[in-house]
């Protein structure tokens, strides 16, 4: 065997043992990472701009360490948390409190609270036993589309969506008779972008559209990857400071048909 050909059989061995079967988790982190578990509030907040008084909600828990999480039965509600919102443009201070629905376990809300677009929200949720958890949201300005780009036909269904520069993604719904379509749109800063939808027979008619406008910090948490793979390292995909989760705002816009 000559030398070149020495070469190419090393390359090739090398390239089949850095290969990851499909039974294996992937590629791992090449220094030791510190997993210590650290108890914090556990959260999902959004603050919803869609002109409907109280519709903007937390959901608040705990984190859970692996052995509670395979336990199935641990109590990870917080119940006692002290939730504040604070609009900065005004400074006004919105309290949101624990609802007493048996069904909505751990939801907080405030009935009187309309978020405005454009505006800052910090948060500010202390519980007893836990570190206070903070964070902060810009809320997008509302979706529009551009003045009589809209055309609807048996077809399609396109038109030219407003892009703005506090927006980082858009989720846009057709809703027909019989089904909804979706498309996801990574906003292009001040630049408007190209929406259309092809119909299908079994569809329906379309009847109205759904535009959402998503925050910077509800985007990257949608976005993080999830792996439930043993032994595989998952980065922190959360949004707050001191705790777990994300808070982040949505702006909303509905168009009919």
Known sequence: MNLSLKILVLVLLGTLLTCDLPHEPGPMPGNIIDTEFVPGLNI???????????????HIGRALTTEEIYAFDVDYIVNDALVRVIDQSTNIEYLFSHTQDSLE???????????????QYDLEISAPGFPTLTATTLIPESPEIVENSLIADQSSVS??????????????????????????????????????????????????????????????YSNSAISFLPNTYHADGSTVTNGYGVFGSVAITSLEL
């Not at 959004?46 to 519709?55: E, F, P, Q």
């Not at 092809?198 to 925050?215: H, K, R």
């Open 44 to 58: 999902l907040g959004v603050l919803r701009a869609d002109n409907v008084r109280g519709s903007s909600q937390f």
């Open 105 to 119: 376990f751990g939801i907080y809300r405030d009935s009187t609270f309309a978020p405005i677009p454009g505006h």
């Open 159 to 220: 038109f030219q969506l407003v892009s703005t520069l506090n927006t980082y993604e858009y989720q846009i719904y057709l809703i027909c008779e019989k089904s909804i379509i979706e498309q996801k749109i990574t906003s292009s800063g001040s630049l408007n972008q190209a929406v259309i939808f092809e119909l299908q027979t079994e569809y329906g008619l379309p009847e109205f559209i759904l535009i959402s406008a998503n925050d910077q910090y509800l985007t990257s």
